[in-house]
Nanobody, 114 residues
Framework: VQLQASGGGLVQPGGSLRLSCAAS????????IYWYRQAPGKQRESVAF???????NYATSVKGRFTISRDNAKNMVYLQMNSLKPEDTAVYSC?????????WGQGTQVTVSS
């Protein structure tokens, strides 16, 4: 199983970005996919997750601004981020969880700054 996050970059406050997480492996369709982020000097935090059935959950800090979705036909998960704030600056990573085993991908840097 391999995961690769992409789509990060530099954006102004109030702007939008869409992150993508590409996954390999046949378990993708039955796994829960998470987005995490880690800002400099801070602990990694869960941002959102989506279950195999499409159930979603968000951190309070991003609720109403971020949307997680998945395309099982393409083994892809997306994180649409709107109304970005400087405090959203972090390295964003995706994780696949299946039968209590976690698979991590490398992250992508998101910087929100004017």
């Amino acid at each position: 199983v391999q995961l690769q996050a992409s789509g990060g970059g530099l954006v102004q406050p109030g702007g939008s970005l869409r992150l993508s997480c590409a996954a390999s492996g046949s378990i993708f369709n039955v796994a829960t996919i998470y987005w995490y982020r880690q800002a400099p000097g801070k602990q990694r935090e869960s941002v959102a997750f989506i279950s195999s059935t499409g159930f979603t959950n968000y951190a309070t800090s991003v609720k109403g601004r971020f949307t997680i979705s998945r395309d099982n036909a393409k083994n892809m998960v997306y994180l649409q981020m709107n109304s970005l704030k400087p405090e959203d600056t972090a390295v964003y990573s995706c994780k696949m969880r299946y039968q209590q085993v976690d698979y991590w991908g490398q992250g992508t840097q998101v910087t929100v700054s004017s």
